[in-house]
């Protein structure tokens, strides 16, 4: 099986208590995007994980970041995180598996993140 490179990597921080202001502090960086979620009103904060690194990239966020995640979700400022992890799959292979590294895996679980993996074909282009 081969790690097969993210086409798309987004934390989401749900239900949370805190400003944009007081995430961008409490994180050490700037969420993509703040709001609530129109259905249930419910705050969120959204990373943009997704670069040229792929999941080197990923475990860099998770380790320059996960300890003030896992404090934030640990304290309640932090309802829920989820890391949605997507991958790109050609539409005419009935199936196929990727690899998520052993690092990666152990530094956004010690984060107190879910990882959440999508799937989307794809018509090679």
Known sequence: MDALEPADA???LTDITLS????????????????????TGRA?????????D???GVAAFFRRHGEAIRRLIASGAI?????DVAFLFPADRIS????????????VGAS??????SAYPSDGS
């Open 96 to 107: 196929r598996s990727a690899e998520i590294p052993a690092d990666v895996a152990a530094v």
């Open 20 to 39: 944009r202001a007081e995430i961008k502090v409490e994180v050490s960086t700037p969420p993509y995007d703040c709001g609530r979620h129109r259905a």
């Open 112 to 117: 107190g993140v879910s990882l959440v993996i």
């Open 54 to 56: 792929g999941w080197k």
């Open 10 to 12: 987004v934390l989401w």
């Open 44 to 52: 969120y904060a959204k990373y943009v994980l997704s670069d040229d």
């Open 79 to 83: 309802g829920a995180a989820t890391l």
